[in-house]
T-cell receptor
Framework: EPEVTQTPSHQVTQMGQEVILRCVPI?????FYWYRQILGQKVEFLVS????????KSEIFDDQFSVERPDGSNFTLKIRSTKLEDSAMYFC????????????FGAGSRLTVL | DQQVKQNSPSLSVQEGRISILNCDYT??????FLWYKKYPAEGPTFLIS?????DKNEDGRFTVFLNKSAKHLSLHIVPSQPGDSAVYFC?????????????FGKGTKLSVKP
């Protein structure tokens, strides 16, 4: 069964450092997303991406965050200068078409900021 | 601001019995509701959904009921199996909102005991 893959599974970084989380969405999917879950909290929407541009972002997704689809397979989330409160599990997801509410999630990348 | 609430953080059920997971919402603009299941070290997996124009959707052992007047939905699992033990997230989408911008509840951890 096709799946969304994410790397790294766990990253530890120092506050102020840049972090890039990588995702390989399902190959025929067109819509890509990042969500995050702070420990003990709910899963929160960060950003959606379609046709090489951001289609929607939440208020969490401030100037410290950026997304990119550098090639035909990868979808990345960059945090420019990490803060302690960025520590969370970051989930990448993809879906095939507009109106399709079923998102396929990856296993997540756990980010720990020290 | 919890637009989607799962008030029971955990639920324990005997194998073979019914599991009922509840979810309440506050936003009357939500038009589509989903349930996701999450195992440890994995991403959320889509389970079942329901449109706001329906009051019931059934898929095998899983049935979702929607009571719009009460702004309440529930997931019934019958019969429950040990493999159903996971965290269950209720999620919702606003009418006119991005199809990938889902609002999640905090989740309910279901334990099905043999």
């Amino acid at each position: 069964e096709p799946e969304v893959t994410q790397t790294p599974s766990h990253q530890v970084t120092q506050m102020g450092q840049e972090v890039i989380l990588r995702c390989v969405p399902i190959s025929n999917h067109l819509y890509f997303y990042w969500y995050r879950q702070i420990l003990g909290q709910k899963v929160e929407f960060l950003v959606s991406f379609y046709n090489n541009e951001i289609s929607e972002k939440s208020e969490i997704f401030d100037d410290q965050f950026s997304v990119e689809r550098p090639d035909g397979s990868n979808f990345t989330l960059k945090i420019r200068s990490t803060k302690l409160e960025d520590s969370a599990m970051y989930f990448c997801a993809s879906s095939m078409e507009s109106g399709a509410n079923v998102l396929t999630f990856g296993a997540g990348s756990r980010l720990t900021v020290l | 601001d919890q637009q989607v609430k799962q008030n029971s953080p955990s639920l324990s059920v005997q194998e073979g019995r019914i599991s009922i997971l509840n979810c309440d919402y506050t936003n009357s603009m939500f038009d589509y509701f989903l349930w996701y299941k999450k195992y440890p070290a994995e991403g959320p997996t889509f389970l079942i959904s329901i449109s706001s124009i329906k009051d019931k959707n059934e898929d095998g052992r899983f049935t979702v009921f929607l009571n719009k007047s009460a702004k309440h939905l529930s997931l019934h699992i019958v019969p429950s199996q040990p493999g159903d033990s996971a965290v269950y997230f209720c999620a919702a989408r606003s009418y006119g909102g991005s199809q990938g911008n889902l609002i999640f509840g905090k989740g309910t951890k279901l334990s099905v005991k043999p």
